[in-house]
């Protein structure tokens, strides 16, 4: 039989079951951080195995929670889902390499840059049209009527 009551009231161990219930809510405490600090680092290795693949590696937010995250579960589920994700793989210095876009993204980025040399050509033609308008002292107003209908032809594109 123990030499000791546990009914015991007395203010030692009073402040031993206050130390105790403080050290077991640390301890719960320190295994939930420890186990966020786990996923965490799980994450990130899934991440660097996309990259490694050389497939975008945010592509590892749709990676299970609960799977597993050694090498071999990360290749096996790639594999089982690359045609989801098809084979869009990152270049150097962060540019998609166009090879690996689909047809109409590629028709996009055509889009894009047909937009773009349109709008410059638009700037260049309005520019050369400026400079030709020639200001002559005798009649100044002649250079300014010129002028309003250069900017007036190019209303639509100047004002956008």
């Given at each position: 039989?123990?030499?000791?009551?546990?009914?015991?009231?007395?203010?030692?161990?009073?402040?031993?079951?206050?130390?105790?219930?403080?050290l077991s809510k640390q301890r719960k405490e320190d295994a939930a951080l420890i186990e966020e600090l786990k996923a965490e680092r799980a994450r990130a290795s899934i991440t660097d195995l996309f990259a490694s693949r050389g497939m975008d590696p945010r592509i590892a937010k749709f990676y299970p929670k609960d799977a597993k995250t050694d090498e071999t579960s990360v290749e096996q589920w790639i594999d089982e889902n690359k045609e989801l994700f098809g084979d869009r793989r990152i270049g150097q210095q962060g540019d998609v390499n166009e090879s690996t876009l689909t047809e109409s993204?590629?028709?996009?980025?055509?889009?894009?840059?047909?937009?773009?040399?349109?709008?410059?050509?638009?700037?260049?033609?309005l520019k050369s049209r400026l400079d030709k308008i020639q200001y002559d002292p005798n009649n100044p107003d002649g250079a300014a009527k010129e002028l309003m209908n250069t900017l007036k032809e190019f209303e639509g594109y100047v004002n956008q």
């Amino acid at each position: 039989m123990a030499d000791w009551d546990e009914n015991d009231d007395s203010a030692g161990i009073k402040e031993l079951r206050k130390a105790f219930k403080e050290l077991s809510k640390q301890r719960k405490e320190d295994a939930a951080l420890i186990e966020e600090l786990k996923a965490e680092r799980a994450r990130a290795s899934i991440t660097d195995l996309f990259a490694s693949r050389g497939m975008d590696p945010r592509i590892a937010k749709f990676y299970p929670k609960d799977a597993k995250t050694d090498e071999t579960s990360v290749e096996q589920w790639i594999d089982e889902n690359k045609e989801l994700f098809g084979d869009r793989r990152i270049g150097q210095q962060g540019d998609v390499n166009e090879s690996t876009l689909t047809e109409s993204e590629q028709r996009g980025y055509q889009t894009q840059r047909d937009i773009a040399a349109y709008d410059a050509a638009i700037q260049m033609d309005l520019k050369s049209r400026l400079d030709k308008i020639q200001y002559d002292p005798n009649n100044p107003d002649g250079a300014a009527k010129e002028l309003m209908n250069t900017l007036k032809e190019f209303e639509g594109y100047v004002n956008q």
